[in-house]
């Protein structure tokens, strides 16, 4: 899993686009705001990666699929 | 198909952004100036009394109108939230550094881009220098740099800098006699448009900045580091948006608001070096920062302290950029201030290499 709550972007999108360098087919990223939340989503996407969103209390926890 | 809608919704709002900002120059504020955040907290210090240099003295609606903009758009999409302790201190710090830069420069980076709308060609070279800078910083975010994580706050923690500009803004309606208004003609601080039609424009330009996350700082920093080009289409879309209005506003009122060149550029100088050396200064900080000094202003109205601090630092650095003689004028810039620049620019690098090794350790 990728904790980047509390953290500004850029941060967040290279922590994902470090991890991603594994090439696993899926990620777990959180992240506590919509700013990163938007931009790790639409990384993830130009990567070839589909992105489903859950929210709880603030947290977005985002599941990255290939 | 998000990606693409949320491209035109950003270039949208550089259109809009854009023309605001050059016909701000037309309702009186200086040219090429728009509402330059730097420029206009500068006047803002001034206007308070923190520093005594009389042509820069102003309380500018536009900064208090990008501020609750942002945050009745933020509140509004619930989006506001109160949060903050990611090193304020060191932000401070460099926010007081970044604002060095920028008066060095004469304007922050939304100003160089309306500055490159005006014609004037010194903008080009500081523009260089933003973009060295920001790749500056680049470095430092791909090797771990790290100001360590925010947390939640009280809800009237993330108020406090909203509430602070209502309170200035009634200090500019009452216009009490211990605050400061430059005088008729004595220089950029008496050039303004009316209150409410700034205020306006300002409520305008941070509702828009806040629901598209402009930032110039951003614009070029995505687009090296993750080839993401949306902030940057925002930054060129208000460059063209404010040259045409510029051009159209140029051919209606036969006062010329474009004048391509290098000499004779409203509040500006042509000594290429320090142009270079101010706006490389002014990206590498706000590299570090996380966004450029609009972007600060926005987020401070979605309730992040950090935020609201290194407003506070932008304010106090051009404070002390006026009662130490850092500031450059139309003239030229100033020995000390060629000092300060040369000294934030390794205040900067050492912040950099410091917060970077600690994530190693």
Redesign the interface.
Known sequence: MIDA???????P??MV?DALKSAEAEYTVVVD???PK?NVT??A??KGYSVSCEEKD?EFTLTLKK | MTAKKDKIAIIIAGIVIGIIAAALAYFGNPKNMGFCIACFLRDTSGALGLHRAAPVQYIRPEIIGIVLGACGCAIAKKEFSPKGGSSPMTRFVLAFSAMVGCLMFLGCPFRMILRLAGGDLNALIGFVGFAVGICAGIVFLKKGFTLKRTYKLPLAEGFALPVIEIGIFVLLLAAPAFIFFSEEGAGPGAMHASIWLSLIAGVIVGGLAQRTRLCMVGGIRDTILFKETRLLLGFVAILVAALITNLVLGSISGTPFFNLGFDGQPVAYNDGLWNFLGLFLVGFACCLLGGCPLRQLVMSGEGNTDSAVVVVGLMVGAAFCHNFGLASSGEGPTANGKIAVIICIIIVAIIGCVNTLRKAE
């Open positions: 709550r509390g953290l500004s972007c850029p941060q999108v290279i686009a705001a919509v700013t938007e639409r990384f996407e130009s603030g």
